[in-house]
């Protein structure tokens, strides 16, 4: 970096002083705190995303949310060139610079981290960032400050896009990156095209009920209210009900959202008995997780949920008999026959029952650690990669080189057999890699082919939930003295440090029938978290409350000395 750069820099990042005792770390979800503590990080989180640019010699994104957090917090998270989540490898230096106490220490660490990167500064090609927001009211002042940073490097171009949902943001930066359409219409007409064209492949003598037409849709008082609004008006044929969208007056998440609805398992705000037997859905705030519900009879409250992990299980039934179809003999071409890859990727999170039901179906299921990143990776290594979290993050990734023959095989039929069941199995995998968002979970895309596929099948949301019955099971937080002192390992299933509690654990599990429980420190809060299942609800529930004992004894205040 030139002196000239480093004043620029410098200047700068004196208007954005660093707020007295803030720590922050780069989590599972990038930064989140306060919005009234955030200018600084995400001001030098705009730098970050131009270097990264620079670095990649590509477009990168900056995203302004804190997803399902309360609506006074607020976050910033970057998207890679590929559309996916900041490459881990830079989180140490993004950690660094976000609790950099003075600006010359701010300056000097970038000016050692462009040297050891070998970031150019030529301007042969300078960097390029999509900005876009949620619509927390502390969001229009960040995005502000995301510019400031962003224009402290030299020759770089912020290009705002205005209120977005996360994936959106994400879906944009790998478009752009790939030539391809990437405008916010591009996006919706993608997504209703592809959808309409799927519907299109149902067999004819499939046809559901009137009753089970209708979805009602809980938007979380976020983004995903107003975008699922624009697309319901492309996609004139669903009966799509949308609450909570944030124009009733309701707060973001307060009482409303898939994660409210996951974690409580009760109504969002704004269902009533009145909606017993209709298919409910509900989105988080910034539209990256989806569950579906419907409100049990006997109780308006409660709710039976569709989680994540049945969100995937679905999915996964409907690729594999897409696959057989695929393999069915009867033309001449059997030995052309591409064997295609399909991995699940689950994280210790899933439920017992869904693990099971996946792999009688004969699938390879693999676990990695909580958070996209380590999931979307697994799932990238597949030729169809699916990957979910319980909590209703996840998709579907096709690996270029299966398109390429999905591709040549419906060129292939069309010539030789047009309309056989083959090529429209062909054509619904196609259908299908368009429709869902490939560089990150979406709930928008996520929602439509799960409409897609119940109409597919024939399904209400009864027959669907009835694939396998959920374990009962208890998640806890437990406030520790330091978090980081868990280490764990397996997929976060074992616990390596500190030394004897995993032991402790064991014991209690093996008291419990279908017993299994784990503790992980949380990526996004102060926390020690608990999961416990079993076979009925008070032994997951007593299960969880002497596991988070232990951890309280292992770790706990009591334990400080
Ligand atoms: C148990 C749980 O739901 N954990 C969530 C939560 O992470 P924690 O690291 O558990 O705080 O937030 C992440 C970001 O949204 C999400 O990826 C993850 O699944
Ligand atoms: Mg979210």
């Known amino acids: 970096m030139d002196d000239n750069q480093k004043s620029l820099i410098l200047k700068s990042s004196s208007q954005y002083p660093l707020p007295q005792g803030v720590k922050l770390s780069y989590g599972t979800a990038g930064f989140r705190a306060d919005a009234s503590i955030l200018g600084s990080t995400v001001f030098r989180v705009g730098i970050l995303a131009a270097l990264r640019s620079l670095k990649t010699q590509s477009l990168t994104g900056l995203m302004i949310t804190a997803s399902h957090n309360k609506v006074t917090d607020n976050g910033v998270k970057i998207a890679d060139p590929s559309g996916g989540m900041l490459t881990q490898e830079w989180e140490p230096f993004a950690d660094a610079i976000a609790n950099s106490p003075t600006p010359q220490h701010f300056v000097q660490l970038i000016d050692e981290f462009v040297k050891k990167e070998n970031i150019r500064f030529d301007g042969v090609r300078s960097a390029k960032i999509l900005l876009g927001r949620d619509t927390r009211p502390s969001g229009e002042s960040l995005l502000e400050a995301a510019k400031q940073g962003v224009y402290s490097i030299v020759g770089a171009t912020a290009i705002d896009m205005g209120i977005l949902t996360t994936p959106q943001l994400h879906w944009m930066v790998r478009a752009r990156n790939k030539d391809m359409k990437a405008t916010e219409l591009d996006y919706f007409e993608q997504l209703s095209s592809s959808f309409r064209f799927l519907v299109d492949l149902t067999p004819n003598q499939i046809k559901m009920s009137k009753t089970d037409d209708k979805l009602i849709v809980d938007g979380a008082n976020g983004v995903g209210g107003e975008k699922l609004e624009v697309l319901k008006k492309m996609l004139n044929s669903m009966d799509i009900e949308i609450r909570n969208s944030g124009k009733e007056g309701g707060v973001l998440n307060e009482g409303v959202g898939a994660d409210y609805v996951q974690k409580e398992k009760v109504v969002p705000q704004g269902f009533h008995l009145k909606d017993v037997g209709i298919r409910c859905a509900s989105l988080d705030g910034d539209a990256d997780r989806l569950v579906y519900f419907y409100v049990q009879s006997n109780n308006a409250s409660k709710i039976d949920l569709v989680d994540g992990d049945k969100i995937l299980s679905l999915f996964a039934l409907f690729i594999k ?71 209703g ?82 998640q806890l937080k437990v406030k520790v003295v330091d978090r980081t002192a868990v280490v764990t390992a397996n997929a976060e299933t074992v616990v390596v440090r500190p030394p004897l509690i995993q032991e402790a654990i064991n014991v209690e599990v093996a008291k419990c029938p279908q017993g299994r429980s784990f503790i992980r420190p949380s990526g996004t809060e102060d926390v020690i978290r608990v999961y416990a299942e079993a076979s009925i609800q008070e032994a997951a529930d007593s299960l969880a409350n002497s596991v988070a004992k232990l951890a309280d004894q292992f770790l706990g205040f009591g334990n400080s000395g």
């Open 321 to 391: 008999e897409q696959l057989s179809i695929l393999k069915m003999e009867g033309d001449d071409h059997v030995d052309e026959n591409y064997e295609a890859r399909l991995g699940v990727v689950q994280t210790a999170y899933a439920n017992g029952a869904s693990t099971d039901y996946l792999r009688q179906l004969g699938l390879e299921v693999v676990f990695t650690p909580t958070g996209v990143k380590y999931l979307h990776e697994k799932a990238a290594e597949y030729d169809i990669g699916i990957y979910f979290e319980a909590n």
């Open 393 to 474: 993050h996840g998709t579907i990734l096709f690996s270029e080189s299966f398109l390429t023959w999905l591709n040549a095989r419906n060129n292939e039929l069309s010539s030789k057999s047009k309309g056989s069941e083959q090529q429209k199995a062909v054509l619904r995998l196609l259908a299908v890699s368009n429709l869902i968002n490939q560089a990150v979970g979406d709930a928008l895309s996520g929602l439509l082919l799960v409409e897609a596929i119940l109409q597919y099948k024939g399904w209400s949301i009864h027959n669907w939930s009835e694939l396998y019955h959920d374990l009962p099971s208890r």
